[in-house]
Nanobody
Framework: QVQLVESGGGEVQPGGSLRLSCAAS????????MGWYRQAPGKQREFVAH???????SYGDSVKGRFTISRDNDLNTVFLQMNSLQHEDTGVYYC??????WGHGTQVTVSS
């Protein structure tokens, strides 16, 4: 059974940082492409970042230069370092594996 468990969300002021984690089980993590998506209230789910099994990364335009995705294959975990957070980054952040499996999400709120 595939499980993706996100953690690290919370409330932060504009300009602050958060680091999200997603622990994976039930998949061959080292060969799996992983990604982060987010969904703001009343909006569609939006691509945030993606990392291939070899470590190549890509980002949505709205987060380029502020967010960094990384992975630790020994821990079966993918991370999302989020810096210079803005109000528009508020939403539920979801981890996905192979564009097939999804976690339940973690809430990120950027508020002054």
């Amino acid at each position: 059974q595939v499980q993706l468990v996100e953690s690290g969300g919370g409330e932060v002021q504009p300009g602050g940082s958060l680091r999200l984690s997603c622990a994976a089980s039930g998949i061959r993590f080292s060969t799996s492409a992983m990604g982060w998506y987010r969904q703001a209230p009343g909006k569609q789910r939006e691509f945030v970042a993606h990392i291939t099994s070899s470590g190549s990364s890509s980002y949505g335009d709205s987060v380029k230069g502020r967010f960094t995705i990384s992975r630790d294959n020994d821990l079966n975990t993918v991370f999302l370092q989020m810096n210079s957070l803005q109000h528009e980054d508020t939403g539920v952040y979801y981890c996905c594996a192979q564009l097939t499996y999804w976690g339940h999400g973690t809430q990120v709120t950027v508020s002054s």
